[in-house]
């Protein structure tokens, strides 16, 4: 049975840190790019950051670049967001979702997704 278990979140003040974490069971997931999406209330699910499988390469969203940070520790099965300079806006539900195809081109799209965590809450506010 395949799991990706996101770490809790939290709330945050603005300028403020996290890390989350997405560990997997029942699949590898150096094998598959592994995407952050986020869901903000009312608004559409979408795509912060991807990692690649084949030469583990990243993306970003325009939001959240320079500020956000994925990575990969094949050893431990986890994938790594960091999140740096928190802002209000970056209020939502994160989750971690494995794609078997391997590659970040359309991180963006759920429909590329094969298995998904059950999100955690991010909370910015002071």
């Known amino acids: 049975q395949v799991q990706l278990v996101e770490s809790a979140g939290g709330l945050v003040q603005p300028g403020g840190s996290l890390r989350l974490s997405c560990a997997a069971s029942?699949?590898?997931?150096?094998?598959?790019?592994i995407g952050w999406l986020r869901q903000a209330p009312g608004k559409e699910r979408e795509g912060v950051s991807c990692?690649?499988?084949?030469?583990?390469?990243?993306l970003y969203a325009d939001s959240v670049k320079g500020r956000f940070t994925i990575s990969r520790d094949n050893a431990k099965n986890t994938v790594y967001l960091q999140v740096n300079s928190l802002k209000p806006e970056d209020t939502a539900v994160y989750y971690c979702?494995?794609?078997?195809?391997?590659?970040?081109?359309?991180?963006?799209?759920?429909?590329?997704?094969?298995?998904w965590g059950q999100g955690t809450q991010v909370t910015v506010s002071s």
């Open positions: 979702a494995a794609a078997a195809g391997g590659y970040c081109s359309g991180y963006v799209y759920e429909e590329v997704y094969d298995y």
């Open positions: 029942g699949l590898t997931l150096q094998d598959y790019a």
């Open positions: 990692i690649g499988s084949i030469d583990g390469s990243t």
